[in-house]
Protein backbone atom coordinates (compact mmCIF):
# COMPACT_ATOMS: atom_id res chain seq x y z
CA UNK A 1 0.00 0.00 0.00
CA UNK A 2 1.23 3.90 -1.03
CA UNK A 3 0.47 5.26 2.50
CA UNK A 4 2.18 2.28 4.30
CA UNK A 5 5.19 3.81 3.07
CA UNK A 6 5.37 7.12 4.44
CA UNK A 7 7.08 7.86 7.73
CA UNK A 8 4.41 10.40 8.83
CA UNK A 9 1.39 11.75 8.59
CA UNK A 10 0.28 15.07 7.09
CA UNK A 11 -3.16 16.34 8.80
CA UNK A 12 -5.51 16.94 6.23
CA UNK A 13 -3.62 15.24 3.29
CA UNK A 14 -4.59 11.79 3.14
CA UNK A 15 -3.05 9.43 0.60
CA UNK A 16 -5.66 7.46 -0.99
CA UNK A 17 -4.38 3.31 -0.53
CA UNK A 18 -4.07 1.48 -3.90
CA UNK A 19 -5.72 -1.84 -3.96
CA UNK A 20 -4.76 -4.95 -6.28
CA UNK A 21 -1.25 -5.19 -4.92
CA UNK A 22 0.09 -8.18 -7.78
CA UNK A 23 2.66 -10.60 -7.37
CA UNK A 24 5.59 -9.11 -8.16
CA UNK A 25 6.77 -10.02 -11.69
CA UNK A 26 10.72 -10.26 -13.08
CA UNK A 27 10.85 -7.02 -15.20
CA UNK A 28 12.94 -6.53 -18.47
CA UNK A 29 16.11 -4.29 -17.87
CA UNK A 30 14.41 -2.43 -20.71
CA UNK A 31 10.78 -2.50 -19.19
CA UNK A 32 12.95 -0.90 -16.25
CA UNK A 33 14.29 1.73 -17.83
CA UNK A 34 11.11 2.88 -19.27
CA UNK A 35 9.64 3.32 -15.70
CA UNK A 36 12.56 4.66 -13.90
CA UNK A 37 12.30 7.48 -17.12
CA UNK A 38 8.16 7.67 -16.41
CA UNK A 39 9.19 8.23 -12.88
CA UNK A 40 11.46 10.96 -13.99
CA UNK A 41 9.72 12.82 -15.99
CA UNK A 42 6.63 12.90 -13.75
CA UNK A 43 9.42 14.42 -10.57
CA UNK A 44 10.66 17.03 -13.53
CA UNK A 45 7.02 17.95 -14.39
CA UNK A 46 6.10 18.81 -10.73
CA UNK A 47 9.06 20.93 -10.17
CA UNK A 48 7.74 22.67 -13.17
CA UNK A 49 6.97 26.59 -12.17
CA UNK A 50 3.26 27.85 -12.11
CA UNK A 51 2.58 30.78 -14.67
CA UNK A 52 2.42 34.03 -12.54
CA UNK A 53 0.16 36.45 -12.67
CA UNK A 54 1.43 39.80 -13.46
CA UNK A 55 1.35 42.27 -10.72
CA UNK A 56 1.60 46.24 -10.83
CA UNK A 57 2.80 47.43 -7.65
CA UNK A 58 2.10 51.40 -6.93
CA UNK A 59 5.01 53.47 -5.75
CA UNK A 60 6.39 53.03 -2.41
CA UNK A 61 4.38 54.97 0.21
CA UNK A 62 1.13 55.48 -1.81
CA UNK A 63 -1.69 56.03 0.83
CA UNK A 64 0.87 57.53 3.11
CA UNK A 65 -0.55 61.27 3.66
CA UNK A 66 3.24 62.89 4.30
CA UNK A 67 3.03 66.39 5.65
CA UNK A 68 4.31 69.06 3.03
CA UNK A 69 7.43 70.65 3.58
CA UNK A 70 6.69 74.08 5.10
CA UNK A 71 9.51 76.00 2.73
CA UNK A 72 10.59 79.54 4.31
CA UNK A 73 9.81 82.21 2.00
CA UNK A 74 11.79 85.89 2.33
CA UNK A 75 11.72 88.59 -0.09
CA UNK A 76 14.46 89.49 -2.30
CA UNK A 77 17.46 92.45 -0.93
CA UNK A 78 17.62 93.61 2.46
CA UNK A 79 21.39 93.62 4.11
CA UNK A 80 23.42 91.22 5.01
CA UNK A 81 25.63 89.39 7.21
CA UNK A 82 28.88 87.96 7.78
CA UNK A 83 29.28 85.05 8.93
CA UNK A 84 31.78 82.93 10.28
CA UNK A 85 30.36 80.00 12.27
CA UNK A 86 26.84 77.42 11.28
CA UNK A 87 25.80 76.28 14.95
CA UNK A 88 23.60 73.30 14.58
CA UNK A 89 21.28 71.67 17.36
CA UNK A 90 19.10 68.56 17.33
CA UNK A 91 20.87 66.93 14.51
CA UNK A 92 22.21 63.86 16.25
CA UNK A 93 18.87 62.30 17.17
CA UNK A 94 17.82 62.89 13.04
CA UNK A 95 21.43 61.70 11.67
CA UNK A 96 24.18 63.44 10.05
CA UNK A 97 24.80 66.85 10.57
CA UNK A 98 22.96 68.46 7.88
CA UNK A 99 25.72 70.52 5.63
CA UNK A 100 23.55 72.68 3.49
CA UNK A 101 24.12 75.71 5.49
CA UNK A 102 27.72 75.37 5.75
CA UNK A 103 28.21 77.39 2.26
CA UNK A 104 27.14 80.17 3.84
CA UNK A 105 30.72 80.80 6.10
CA UNK A 106 32.65 83.20 4.89
CA UNK A 107 29.97 85.15 2.80
CA UNK A 108 27.85 87.97 3.33
CA UNK A 109 24.51 86.40 3.96
CA UNK A 110 21.40 87.53 3.22
CA UNK A 111 17.66 86.80 4.82
CA UNK A 112 17.08 84.83 1.35
CA UNK A 113 20.14 83.07 1.21
CA UNK A 114 19.66 82.44 4.87
CA UNK A 115 15.86 80.37 4.24
CA UNK A 116 17.08 79.48 1.06
CA UNK A 117 20.16 77.31 3.34
CA UNK A 118 17.17 76.14 5.43
CA UNK A 119 14.85 75.08 3.10
CA UNK A 120 17.42 72.66 1.95
CA UNK A 121 18.15 71.09 4.83
CA UNK A 122 14.51 70.42 5.57
CA UNK A 123 14.24 69.36 1.39
CA UNK A 124 17.14 66.74 2.78
CA UNK A 125 15.72 65.44 5.43
CA UNK A 126 12.00 65.07 3.44
CA UNK A 127 13.89 62.78 0.35
CA UNK A 128 15.76 60.82 3.28
CA UNK A 129 12.48 59.74 4.66
CA UNK A 130 12.52 62.10 7.75
CA UNK A 131 9.29 63.65 6.53
CA UNK A 132 8.28 65.24 9.70
CA UNK A 133 12.09 66.54 10.97
CA UNK A 134 12.09 69.96 10.72
CA UNK A 135 15.39 72.70 10.86
CA UNK A 136 14.36 76.12 12.03
CA UNK A 137 15.88 79.28 12.92
CA UNK A 138 15.51 80.49 16.81
CA UNK A 139 15.16 83.87 17.37
CA UNK A 140 19.38 84.93 17.70
CA UNK A 141 21.17 87.90 16.52
CA UNK A 142 23.33 87.40 13.23
CA UNK A 143 25.24 90.79 14.20
CA UNK A 144 28.15 88.57 15.41
CA UNK A 145 29.00 86.22 12.66
CA UNK A 146 26.97 83.34 14.25
CA UNK A 147 23.96 81.87 12.46
CA UNK A 148 22.14 79.05 14.84
CA UNK A 149 20.01 76.58 13.54
CA UNK A 150 17.72 74.34 15.69
CA UNK A 151 16.53 70.49 13.88
CA UNK A 152 13.82 68.84 15.98
CA UNK A 153 13.29 65.35 15.26
CA UNK A 154 10.21 63.74 14.05
CA UNK A 155 9.39 60.90 16.56
CA UNK A 156 6.61 58.43 16.59
CA UNK A 157 4.68 59.23 19.46
CA UNK A 158 2.57 56.34 18.93
CA UNK A 159 0.54 54.03 16.93
CA UNK A 160 -3.64 54.59 16.61
CA UNK A 161 -6.54 53.53 14.31
CA UNK A 162 -7.93 55.89 12.46
CA UNK A 163 -11.22 56.25 14.61
CA UNK A 164 -8.81 57.07 17.81
CA UNK A 165 -8.76 53.41 19.28
CA UNK A 166 -5.45 52.04 20.41
CA UNK A 167 -3.15 50.05 18.42
CA UNK A 168 -3.83 45.95 18.59
CA UNK A 169 -1.53 43.24 17.50
CA UNK A 170 -2.27 43.55 13.58
CA UNK A 171 -0.98 47.51 13.73
CA UNK A 172 2.20 47.06 15.89
CA UNK A 173 2.89 44.20 14.42
CA UNK A 174 2.83 45.54 10.97
CA UNK A 175 5.50 48.13 11.39
CA UNK A 176 9.34 47.53 12.12
CA UNK A 177 9.55 50.23 15.10
CA UNK A 178 7.59 51.72 17.78
CA UNK A 179 6.38 54.61 19.74
CA UNK A 180 9.43 56.61 20.47
CA UNK A 181 11.77 55.77 17.38
CA UNK A 182 12.43 58.39 14.67
CA UNK A 183 9.67 58.56 12.22
CA UNK A 184 11.24 57.55 9.06
CA UNK A 185 8.73 57.04 5.70
CA UNK A 186 10.79 54.05 4.80
CA UNK A 187 10.23 51.98 8.22
CA UNK A 188 6.17 53.50 7.63
CA UNK A 189 5.69 52.41 3.86
CA UNK A 190 7.04 48.56 5.09
CA UNK A 191 4.28 48.70 7.76
CA UNK A 192 1.74 50.01 5.24
CA UNK A 193 2.93 47.18 2.94
CA UNK A 194 2.18 44.60 5.74
CA UNK A 195 -1.00 45.94 6.14
CA UNK A 196 -2.46 45.83 2.49
CA UNK A 197 -0.78 42.28 2.16
CA UNK A 198 -4.25 40.34 2.53
CA UNK A 199 -6.37 40.99 -0.51
CA UNK A 200 -9.22 41.99 1.63
CA UNK A 201 -7.53 44.71 3.73
CA UNK A 202 -7.19 48.72 2.54
CA UNK A 203 -4.90 51.08 4.46
CA UNK A 204 -4.20 54.69 4.60
CA UNK A 205 -2.17 56.33 7.23
CA UNK A 206 -2.02 59.84 8.28
CA UNK A 207 0.16 62.16 11.26
CA UNK A 208 -1.14 64.51 13.80
CA UNK A 209 0.77 65.85 15.98
CA UNK A 210 1.65 64.90 18.81
CA UNK A 211 2.03 66.26 22.76
CA UNK A 212 5.49 67.35 22.29
CA UNK A 213 7.08 68.96 19.75
CA UNK A 214 8.23 67.25 16.68
CA UNK A 215 5.82 64.00 18.26
CA UNK A 216 3.42 62.65 15.63
CA UNK A 217 0.94 60.33 15.98
CA UNK A 218 1.01 57.42 13.19
CA UNK A 219 -3.24 57.33 12.50
CA UNK A 220 -4.02 54.12 10.15
CA UNK A 221 -7.38 53.84 8.92
CA UNK A 222 -8.00 50.22 7.77
CA UNK A 223 -11.19 49.13 5.65
CA UNK A 224 -11.74 45.42 5.72
CA UNK A 225 -13.77 43.30 3.31
CA UNK A 226 -14.56 39.66 3.10
CA UNK A 227 -12.06 38.15 4.70
CA UNK A 228 -12.32 35.14 2.65
CA UNK A 229 -11.92 33.90 -0.83
CA UNK A 230 -12.86 31.18 -3.45
CA UNK A 231 -11.68 30.31 -6.68
CA UNK A 232 -11.64 27.96 -9.30
CA UNK A 233 -9.83 26.89 -12.41
CA UNK A 234 -10.13 24.80 -15.19
CA UNK A 235 -7.39 24.13 -17.63
CA UNK A 236 -5.65 21.46 -20.13
CA UNK A 237 -2.33 22.30 -18.74
CA UNK A 238 -2.33 18.02 -17.30
CA UNK A 239 -0.13 15.58 -19.06
CA UNK A 240 -1.11 12.75 -21.19
CA UNK A 241 0.39 10.42 -19.17
CA UNK A 242 -2.38 11.24 -15.70
CA UNK A 243 -5.26 13.31 -17.21
CA UNK A 244 -4.51 16.69 -19.69
CA UNK A 245 -7.61 18.77 -17.88
CA UNK A 246 -7.17 19.87 -14.73
CA UNK A 247 -9.02 21.29 -12.14
CA UNK A 248 -8.59 23.90 -9.36
CA UNK A 249 -9.69 25.23 -6.51
CA UNK A 250 -8.52 27.78 -3.79
CA UNK A 251 -9.97 28.79 -0.33
CA UNK A 252 -8.07 31.87 1.33
CA UNK A 253 -8.43 33.55 4.48
CA UNK A 254 -6.96 36.95 5.75
CA UNK A 255 -6.19 37.97 9.22
CA UNK A 256 -6.85 34.39 10.40
CA UNK A 257 -4.26 35.10 13.25
CA UNK A 258 -4.91 39.02 13.33
CA UNK A 259 -1.60 39.69 12.25
CA UNK A 260 -2.06 40.37 8.55
CA UNK A 261 -1.36 37.02 7.85
CA UNK A 262 -2.53 35.20 4.84
CA UNK A 263 -3.82 31.89 4.91
CA UNK A 264 -5.04 29.19 1.91
CA UNK A 265 -5.54 25.81 0.86
CA UNK A 266 -5.16 24.62 -2.69
CA UNK A 267 -6.33 21.64 -4.53
CA UNK A 268 -5.50 20.14 -7.71
CA UNK A 269 -6.85 17.52 -9.22
CA UNK A 270 -7.20 15.85 -13.12
CA UNK A 271 -10.67 15.75 -14.41
CA UNK A 272 -12.34 12.90 -16.42
CA UNK A 273 -10.16 10.58 -16.68
CA UNK A 274 -11.11 7.18 -14.83
CA UNK A 275 -8.85 7.11 -11.43
CA UNK A 276 -8.46 3.76 -11.69
CA UNK A 277 -5.94 4.35 -15.22
CA UNK A 278 -4.53 7.56 -14.20
CA UNK A 279 -4.43 10.98 -12.26
CA UNK A 280 -2.62 13.47 -10.36
CA UNK A 281 -3.66 15.58 -7.89
CA UNK A 282 -2.37 17.55 -4.78
CA UNK A 283 -3.75 19.35 -1.93
CA UNK A 284 -1.27 22.37 -0.26
CA UNK A 285 -1.80 24.80 2.68
CA UNK A 286 0.12 28.20 2.92
CA UNK A 287 0.07 30.56 5.85
CA UNK A 288 2.46 33.79 5.64
CA UNK A 289 2.92 35.77 8.31
CA UNK A 290 4.89 39.05 8.13
CA UNK A 291 6.06 40.86 11.15
CA UNK A 292 7.53 44.24 10.87
CA UNK A 293 11.15 43.96 8.24
CA UNK A 294 10.35 40.30 8.58
CA UNK A 295 8.14 37.73 6.29
CA UNK A 296 7.71 34.12 7.55
CA UNK A 297 6.06 31.35 4.85
CA UNK A 298 4.90 28.19 6.11
CA UNK A 299 3.90 25.10 3.58
CA UNK A 300 2.48 21.68 4.03
CA UNK A 301 1.74 19.72 0.92
CA UNK A 302 0.84 16.21 -0.30
CA UNK A 303 0.42 14.65 -4.20
CA UNK A 304 -0.08 11.77 -5.62
CA UNK A 305 -0.75 10.07 -9.29
CA UNK A 306 -0.69 7.19 -10.96
CA UNK A 307 0.03 6.56 -14.70
CA UNK A 308 0.32 3.30 -17.52
CA UNK A 309 3.88 2.60 -18.48
CA UNK A 310 4.14 0.36 -21.90
CA UNK A 311 6.44 -1.58 -21.68
CA UNK A 312 7.80 -3.73 -24.29
CA UNK A 313 5.65 -7.41 -23.16
CA UNK A 314 3.10 -5.62 -21.13
CA UNK A 315 1.59 -2.50 -19.17
CA UNK A 316 2.76 -1.45 -15.92
CA UNK A 317 0.84 0.58 -13.61
CA UNK A 318 2.93 3.39 -11.68
CA UNK A 319 2.35 4.83 -8.90
CA UNK A 320 3.78 7.98 -6.42
CA UNK A 321 3.24 10.00 -3.38
CA UNK A 322 5.10 12.86 -1.94
CA UNK A 323 5.09 14.72 1.66
CA UNK A 324 6.18 18.21 2.12
CA UNK A 325 7.15 20.87 5.04
CA UNK A 326 8.73 24.31 4.46
CA UNK A 327 9.94 27.24 6.45
CA UNK A 328 10.51 30.37 4.89
CA UNK A 329 11.75 33.76 5.45
CA UNK A 330 12.85 36.74 4.25
CA UNK A 331 14.19 40.50 5.73
CA UNK A 332 14.34 43.67 4.57
CA UNK A 333 17.91 44.83 4.40
CA UNK A 334 16.81 47.96 3.01
CA UNK A 335 14.74 50.54 0.71
CA UNK A 336 14.37 53.43 -0.52
CA UNK A 337 11.82 55.90 -2.77
CA UNK A 338 12.97 53.00 -5.60
CA UNK A 339 14.43 49.82 -4.23
CA UNK A 340 14.03 47.45 -1.56
CA UNK A 341 16.65 44.77 -0.74
CA UNK A 342 16.31 41.22 1.25
CA UNK A 343 17.73 38.51 2.46
CA UNK A 344 16.06 34.70 2.25
CA UNK A 345 16.64 31.47 3.86
CA UNK A 346 14.47 28.43 4.75
CA UNK A 347 14.16 24.68 4.76
CA UNK A 348 12.27 22.01 3.38
CA UNK A 349 11.33 18.26 4.02
CA UNK A 350 9.98 16.04 1.44
CA UNK A 351 9.63 12.25 1.28
CA UNK A 352 8.27 10.85 -1.84
CA UNK A 353 7.80 7.24 -3.12
CA UNK A 354 7.13 5.27 -5.89
CA UNK A 355 5.49 1.83 -6.50
CA UNK A 356 5.07 -0.14 -9.72
CA UNK A 357 2.01 -2.89 -9.26
CA UNK A 358 1.62 -2.08 -5.79
CA UNK A 359 5.51 -2.64 -5.17
CA UNK A 360 7.57 -0.18 -3.65
CA UNK A 361 10.72 0.52 -6.10
CA UNK A 362 13.18 1.08 -3.16
CA UNK A 363 15.73 2.59 -5.75
CA UNK A 364 13.18 5.91 -5.97
CA UNK A 365 12.70 6.35 -2.18
CA UNK A 366 13.21 10.43 -1.25
CA UNK A 367 13.69 11.50 1.78
CA UNK A 368 15.21 15.19 0.89
CA UNK A 369 15.95 18.00 3.79
CA UNK A 370 17.07 20.87 1.79
CA UNK A 371 18.15 24.40 3.29
CA UNK A 372 18.56 27.30 1.13
CA UNK A 373 20.14 30.92 1.36
CA UNK A 374 19.94 33.75 -1.07
CA UNK A 375 19.56 37.42 -1.90
CA UNK A 376 16.73 39.29 -3.32
CA UNK A 377 16.29 42.82 -4.88
CA UNK A 378 13.86 45.21 -6.47
CA UNK A 379 14.36 48.24 -8.44
CA UNK A 380 12.05 50.54 -9.82
CA UNK A 381 13.68 52.61 -12.82
CA UNK A 382 12.91 55.51 -14.63
CA UNK A 383 11.68 53.71 -17.98
CA UNK A 384 11.16 49.99 -16.36
CA UNK A 385 11.12 47.66 -13.36
CA UNK A 386 14.26 45.38 -12.91
CA UNK A 387 13.68 42.38 -9.83
CA UNK A 388 16.30 40.02 -9.09
CA UNK A 389 17.15 36.86 -6.76
CA UNK A 390 19.87 34.81 -6.13
CA UNK A 391 20.93 32.16 -3.80
CA UNK A 392 22.17 28.34 -2.93
CA UNK A 393 20.04 25.39 -2.42
CA UNK A 394 21.98 22.93 -0.49
CA UNK A 395 21.21 19.05 1.32
CA UNK A 396 21.37 18.85 4.44
CA UNK A 397 22.04 15.52 6.58
CA UNK A 398 19.18 16.07 8.92
CA UNK A 399 15.86 15.82 9.85
CA UNK A 400 15.52 12.03 8.29
CA UNK A 401 16.99 12.76 5.28
CA UNK A 402 17.81 9.40 3.23
CA UNK A 403 18.62 8.45 -0.11
CA UNK A 404 19.41 5.31 -0.84
CA UNK A 405 22.88 3.61 -1.38
CA UNK A 406 22.65 2.88 -4.85
CA UNK A 407 21.31 5.94 -6.07
CA UNK A 408 23.56 8.17 -7.80
CA UNK A 409 22.29 11.05 -6.51
CA UNK A 410 24.32 13.15 -4.39
CA UNK A 411 23.05 13.67 -0.59
CA UNK A 412 24.88 16.87 -0.05
CA UNK A 413 24.00 18.36 -3.22
CA UNK A 414 24.53 22.33 -3.51
CA UNK A 415 22.93 24.37 -6.35
CA UNK A 416 23.15 28.04 -7.40
CA UNK A 417 20.02 29.64 -9.01
CA UNK A 418 19.59 33.28 -10.40
CA UNK A 419 16.34 34.77 -11.71
CA UNK A 420 15.96 38.19 -13.68
CA UNK A 421 13.05 39.91 -14.48
CA UNK A 422 12.61 43.02 -16.68
CA UNK A 423 9.74 44.96 -17.37
CA UNK A 424 9.37 48.53 -19.47
CA UNK A 425 7.06 50.21 -21.84
CA UNK A 426 7.98 50.14 -25.52
CA UNK A 427 8.66 53.43 -26.65
CA UNK A 428 4.79 55.55 -26.69
CA UNK A 429 3.18 52.22 -28.14
CA UNK A 430 1.33 51.17 -25.06
CA UNK A 431 3.06 48.03 -25.27
CA UNK A 432 4.81 46.13 -22.09
CA UNK A 433 8.05 44.56 -22.73
CA UNK A 434 8.38 41.92 -20.22
CA UNK A 435 11.94 39.58 -20.11
CA UNK A 436 13.19 36.57 -17.46
CA UNK A 437 16.18 34.75 -17.65
CA UNK A 438 16.62 32.03 -15.00
CA UNK A 439 19.17 29.23 -14.60
CA UNK A 440 20.96 27.42 -12.05
CA UNK A 441 24.65 25.85 -11.99
CA UNK A 442 25.96 22.89 -9.88
CA UNK A 443 28.62 20.59 -9.60
CA UNK A 444 26.55 17.08 -8.53
CA UNK A 445 23.88 14.88 -9.58
CA UNK A 446 20.49 16.33 -8.36
CA UNK A 447 17.36 14.63 -7.28
CA UNK A 448 14.92 15.49 -9.53
CA UNK A 449 13.03 18.11 -7.36
CA UNK A 450 16.30 20.43 -7.68
CA UNK A 451 16.55 19.67 -11.31
CA UNK A 452 16.11 22.76 -13.95
CA UNK A 453 13.08 21.45 -16.54
CA UNK A 454 12.65 23.67 -19.61
CA UNK A 455 9.61 23.11 -22.39
CA UNK A 456 6.25 24.01 -21.02
CA UNK A 457 4.24 27.72 -20.97
CA UNK A 458 5.95 28.57 -17.82
CA UNK A 459 9.70 28.64 -19.08
CA UNK A 460 10.41 27.99 -23.15
CA UNK A 461 6.82 27.92 -24.48
CA UNK A 462 5.77 25.62 -27.83
CA UNK A 463 6.10 22.07 -25.71
CA UNK A 464 3.72 20.74 -23.44
CA UNK A 465 4.45 16.91 -23.12
CA UNK A 466 7.84 17.06 -24.32
CA UNK A 467 10.34 18.56 -22.00
CA UNK A 468 14.17 18.57 -21.10
CA UNK A 469 15.50 18.68 -17.25
CA UNK A 470 19.13 18.55 -15.78
CA UNK A 471 21.47 19.93 -13.05
CA UNK A 472 22.15 22.72 -14.80
CA UNK A 473 21.01 25.01 -17.53
CA UNK A 474 19.12 28.61 -18.27
CA UNK A 475 16.18 29.74 -20.05
CA UNK A 476 15.72 33.32 -21.90
CA UNK A 477 11.69 34.64 -21.72
CA UNK A 478 10.34 37.43 -23.99
CA UNK A 479 7.02 38.71 -24.14
CA UNK A 480 5.44 41.64 -25.69
CA UNK A 481 1.77 42.80 -23.75
CA UNK A 482 -0.60 45.25 -25.95
CA UNK A 483 -2.45 47.37 -23.74
CA UNK A 484 -6.44 46.29 -22.55
CA UNK A 485 -9.02 46.97 -25.23
CA UNK A 486 -12.41 46.72 -24.05
CA UNK A 487 -15.67 45.08 -25.77
CA UNK A 488 -18.67 44.25 -25.08
CA UNK A 489 -18.10 41.44 -22.66
CA UNK A 490 -14.96 43.29 -20.45
CA UNK A 491 -11.64 43.73 -21.80
CA UNK A 492 -8.91 41.82 -23.15
CA UNK A 493 -5.16 42.16 -24.33
CA UNK A 494 -3.08 40.10 -26.49
CA UNK A 495 0.84 38.73 -25.96
CA UNK A 496 3.27 37.17 -28.19
CA UNK A 497 6.60 35.65 -27.09
CA UNK A 498 10.08 34.53 -27.63
CA UNK A 499 11.89 31.67 -25.79
CA UNK A 500 15.37 29.73 -25.67
CA UNK A 501 16.56 27.44 -23.43
CA UNK A 502 19.68 25.24 -22.56
CA UNK A 503 20.34 22.21 -20.72
CA UNK A 504 23.92 21.04 -19.92
CA UNK A 505 24.38 16.95 -20.71
CA UNK A 506 24.47 15.15 -17.40
CA UNK A 507 25.73 11.88 -16.11
CA UNK A 508 21.78 10.46 -16.35
CA UNK A 509 20.79 11.81 -20.07
CA UNK A 510 21.39 13.78 -22.89
CA UNK A 511 19.32 14.97 -26.10
CA UNK A 512 20.60 15.10 -29.57
CA UNK A 513 20.48 18.64 -29.02
CA UNK A 514 20.62 20.85 -25.93
CA UNK A 515 18.84 23.67 -26.98
CA UNK A 516 14.48 24.33 -27.13
CA UNK A 517 13.71 27.48 -28.89
CA UNK A 518 9.82 28.58 -29.10
CA UNK A 519 6.98 31.22 -30.00
CA UNK A 520 3.80 32.15 -28.90
CA UNK A 521 0.58 33.96 -28.98
CA UNK A 522 -1.92 34.55 -26.72
CA UNK A 523 -4.88 36.53 -25.01
CA UNK A 524 -6.37 37.41 -22.05
CA UNK A 525 -9.74 37.94 -21.38
CA UNK A 526 -11.39 39.71 -18.08
CA UNK A 527 -15.39 39.03 -18.09
CA UNK A 528 -16.05 41.49 -15.29
CA UNK A 529 -14.54 41.35 -11.57
CA UNK A 530 -14.68 37.35 -11.18
CA UNK A 531 -13.89 35.71 -14.18
CA UNK A 532 -10.94 35.71 -16.69
CA UNK A 533 -9.68 33.63 -19.62
CA UNK A 534 -6.30 33.01 -20.94
CA UNK A 535 -5.74 31.25 -24.38
CA UNK A 536 -2.78 30.46 -26.24
CA UNK A 537 -1.00 29.02 -28.74
CA UNK A 538 2.84 28.00 -29.35
CA UNK A 539 5.66 26.43 -31.97
CA UNK A 540 8.76 24.44 -31.19
CA UNK A 541 11.04 26.10 -33.45
CA UNK A 542 13.96 24.15 -32.44
CA UNK A 543 14.00 20.60 -30.19
CA UNK A 544 15.59 16.98 -29.94
CA UNK A 545 13.89 15.48 -33.02
CA UNK A 546 16.82 12.58 -33.87
CA UNK A 547 17.02 9.77 -31.44
CA UNK A 548 21.03 9.10 -31.86
CA UNK A 549 22.63 6.34 -30.46
CA UNK A 550 23.31 6.57 -26.34
CA UNK A 551 20.72 10.03 -26.01
CA UNK A 552 17.24 10.29 -24.29
CA UNK A 553 14.53 9.47 -26.88
CA UNK A 554 13.54 12.45 -29.23
CA UNK A 555 10.65 14.82 -28.67
CA UNK A 556 7.69 13.13 -30.42
CA UNK A 557 4.62 15.41 -28.95
CA UNK A 558 3.09 18.01 -31.75
CA UNK A 559 5.39 21.13 -32.27
CA UNK A 560 2.33 23.28 -32.23
CA UNK A 561 0.77 23.07 -28.87
CA UNK A 562 -2.52 25.42 -27.14
CA UNK A 563 -3.33 26.09 -23.89
CA UNK A 564 -6.69 27.28 -21.78
CA UNK A 565 -6.89 28.18 -18.44
CA UNK A 566 -10.46 29.44 -17.01
CA UNK A 567 -10.35 31.26 -13.84
CA UNK A 568 -13.62 31.93 -11.71
CA UNK A 569 -13.94 34.12 -8.50
CA UNK A 570 -16.37 33.63 -6.04
Not at 272 to 281: M, P
Not at 291 to 297: L, P
Not at 301 to 319: A, K
Not at 408 to 426: G, K, M, T
Amino acid sequence: MMNSALNFTVIAVVVSAIAGSATAQPISTADQALIDDAIQTQAARDNLPDLEPQQTDGPAGDGIVAPDVDLLTVGAGGPCFDLSEILITGWENAGPRPKAADRLIGTCATATDIGAALNTINIEYQDIGLITTRAYLPEQDVSDGDLEIAVIAGVIEDFVYGDGSAADARLTTAFPVGPGALLDLRELEQGYDNLNGPASASAEANFIPGTKPGDSLVAVAVQDGRPWSLSSTLSNQGQEATGEFKGGLTFGYDNLANRNDEFSVTLSTTLFDSRNSRFSESLAFDWGVPVGDWAHSFSLSGSQYRLPVVGINQSYTVEGDSVSFGYSTEVLLSRDQTSKFYATGGVEITQSRSFIEGVELTTQRRNLTIGHLGLRGEQTMENGEFKWNTGLRFGLGALGSNIGVSSIVDPDFIVWSARLDYARPVAETGITWRARLEGQASPDVLPSSEQLSIGSWSTVRGFHEDSMYGDDGFYLRNTLEWPSQSWELGTYKFNAGLDFGYINPSRLREWNQRVLIGVSVGADFDFGADTTLSVGVAHALSRPDENAPNTTSAFEDSRTVMRFELRKEF
